[in-house]
């Protein structure tokens, strides 16, 4: 066989697959592994949710919808948007994607041109630099304070003139911190300076414990230069549905909506009616996670704190980033051989050091592991 793509050669596998894949191992011969590795809710999707979609199976929504994704739910996410996120948009402004990961990949096929730079913030989600690489463009990174997690000046010396796009993420995976006002300023005065598209993936939107969720396109103008990505994933515990949405100028959204068309066409069609109920329906549900993810978050963080770990600030999403004192990629060797505990170390995320670990499971697996790290 001649060469495969040399493009898709190039990128790196996911750094978190050696330990989970030893973890499953481990596993399989009936190690009682705990994994604080998993980043998905560890809740059914709500009912009415999943009624929805199976009506809409029954009603015979089986069938190709508008690539940009059904009216019911491009105009339920305009509305979302526009009441809660501060800033207007209309149902031309969305597309309903094959979840957030494909919303952010759409966005920068739709963006960036070869040569271009995309600036990514360290710690970072492992599928940004990836998904930069596939649209052929060249990922550069900047790292975020290691203390605060915010954005200083600093930022700016990142900044070149082939920057195109830059990515930010708050509630942020791996670190659970939150954008404060100032550094999502920062972040609008450059892009506005320098004209850069902005990337705000909002995905953990909804899960913030005692801090403020801002949207990047509700400061200032950032709207006419801001592709807003979110979905179902985390917020409805809807992982499986593969829906998330970018809500984007209309010039963007038609760019994405071209790589939908000759790519996935669009997510699932009754699929798409039961997302149109998540976000219709009474929002107690999503309080209700979020209230038991803050429950095992104060728990877990002062667990660690009790063991003389540092911490990142946990003021959002599900994950600890907990320093460690060397190789975090051997570290979290250690705790799976000789604790079973799997963990995510930060070399995955672009910041060695750091361990990741998921509070998306129950408060009797998370008072096990945190008793079996306190061995160590
Ligand atoms: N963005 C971040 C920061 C994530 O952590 C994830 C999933 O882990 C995604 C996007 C992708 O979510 P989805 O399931 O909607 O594709």
Redesign the pocket.
Known sequence: MRGLSAKVASIAPSATIEISNAAKRMAQEGIDVISLSI??PDFATPQHITDACIDALRRGETHYAPSQGIPELTAAIAEKISTENGFAASPDQVIVT?????A?YEAMEAVVNPRDEVLILDPA?V?YEPCVQLAGARPRHHALDPGSFQLDDSLLEAVTPDTRMIVI?SP??PSGAVLDERSLRLVADICTDHDIIALS?E??EKLVYGREHISLAGIGDMAERTIT?N????AYAM?GW???YAVAPDQVIRQMNKVQQHTISHPATFAMHGAVAALTGDQGCVEEMRREFERRRDYVIAALHGMGYVTAPAEG?FYAYVKVDSDDVEIARRWLREVHVAVTPGSAFGTPGWERLSYATSMVNLQEAMHRISML
Do not use: H, M, P, Q
Not at 98 to 102: M, R
Not at 231 to 234: A, I, M, Q
């Open positions: 980043g998905e094959c979840g957030a990961k494909d952010i989600w599928s993420n942020s995976n993936d995905i953990y990505v979905g179902f994933s985390k992982t593969r829906l998330g999403a």
